[in-house]
Each structure stands twice: as C-alpha cells, then as structure tokens.
C-alpha cells in the first residue's frame, strides 16, 4: 500500500486566518481524497482532488473555504480559509494506490481554532 | 435515512469473546464494502475488505456481507485489549462512479475488558 506523508501533524491557529495541509504520497495515484472529521465523529469527504483538473467538493463544502491543488499524480494540498472555530477538527487525506485493495490515510492535521 | 448506520455502540467484550460489530447502508448498487479500525488520536487503519456475499476471513477477523439485506458485518475473535478502538464501516455507494469516495458510518466503540 502507499505510504502518505501529511503535515503539519497539528496546529492552533487565531480565527480569521489561513492553514495549508500538505500530503505526500510515495507513488502515483489518480485521486486524493480529503476528509474531516469533527471531535467525535466520523469521518466527512471534503472533496476529491485529481491531477490536472479542478477539485469536486462535497456539498456544504465550498472552493473558497477549502482551496485545494493538485499540481502532480504525488502531491496535494488542501487550504482552511478565514478560519473560525467550527474548522477545529482532524483533516485526512487519502488514497487509492491501484484497484479497490487499501485505501490509505495519512496521519492527519489535528486543527485548532482559538 | 444516512447511507451508511452502525450500531453506535459503546460495544463492551470480555478478553477472549467474539466482538460482532453491524453496519447497513441504503444504496443497493454498492459494491465494495470495507472496515477501518482507528484507535484515538490516530487515523484510519484498513482491516478487511470485501465484495461478494458471504465471509472473508483473515486472522481472528471475519468479515460477513448479505447484499439482499443490505448489511456488512465484522466478527473479531478472541478479543483482545488491544482491539479497542472505534471501528468504521466504509462503503462505496453505486452512484460514486469512477470518483470512488469512500462514505464512511458514524463508528462503533469496542472495548475489550481484560
């Protein structure tokens, strides 16, 4: 399975700004996939990033809030704008190595918004 | 109707029972069906996955799948300390077509008494 590199591992952030998350993948892969998931809950899809195309975002998830790129089949990032403390959560990124076999997570941004 | 229920738990297990843990989901077209297990303060694990009706096992898990009836299920056998975590049903829905986004139920809590 891929191995996904994802930092910052934390963060406490003051409200109104801005944090970018970054996820590395040891291989290629078509899709990435970001998730949140609030203190106690499971976890929600944000939004599906493939290489070389604009971002598809769930609903109640906005491409001004939550800006992400894809510049290469290794990388993406993924931005929490004008943050207030409804963003304080675990963001995950993950992906589909090849088939259906593993998808992986990276280790997640635990964030905090004071 | 969420697509994805599991019975929320906290599911308490004696060292050395069988932990059965349920999840239905709503889309009949679904086909890949998959369980996580995640300990606090860490992401996502893959444990098994499984396509086709019946079991799958591996190791002291099985995982059970009844597609007319529209539920997944995951035994762990032998229970031990170290199974207590939050375990997560994961489906595929039929309408995710390439994207392939994994949707993910709320969790159940297990936690096995020494």
């Known amino acids: 399975s891929a191995v996904i590199s994802q930092k910052p591992s934390r963060d406490i952030c003051q409200r109104g700004t801005s944090l970018t998350i970054q996820c590395q993948v040891d291989s290629q892969v078509t899709m990435m996939f970001w998730y949140r998931q609030q203190p106690g809950q499971s976890l929600t899809l944000i939004a599906t990033a493939n290489q070389g195309s604009e971002a598809t975002y769930e609903s109640g998830f906005v491409i001004d809030k939550f800006p992400i790129s894809r510049p290469n089949l290794t990388f993406s990032t993924l931005t929490v704008s004008n943050m207030s403390p409804e963003d304080s959560s675990i963001y995950l990124c993950?992906?589909?190595?090849?088939?259906?076999?593993?998808?992986?997570f990276g280790s997640g941004t635990r964030l905090t918004v004071v | 109707q969420k697509e994805v229920e599991q019975n929320s738990g906290p599911l308490s297990v004696p060292e050395g029972a069988i932990a059965s843990l349920n999840c239905t989901y709503s889309?009949?077209?679904?086909?890949?069906f998959f369980w996580y297990r995640q300990y606090s303060g860490k992401s996502p694990e893959l444990i098994m996955f499984i396509y086709s009706n019946g079991d799958k096992e591996d190791g002291r898990f099985t995982a059970q799948l009844n597609k007319a009836s529209q539920y997944v299920s995951l035994l762990i056998r032998d229970s031990q300390p170290s199974d207590s975590a939050t375990y997560l049903c994961a489906v595929i829905p039929g309408a995710s077509g390439s994207a392939r986004q994994l949707t993910f139920g709320s969790g159940t809590q297990l936690t096995v008494l020494p």
């Open positions: 993950s992906v589909v190595p090849g088939g259906d076999y593993g998808y992986t």
């Open positions: 889309d009949r077209g679904s086909q890949s």
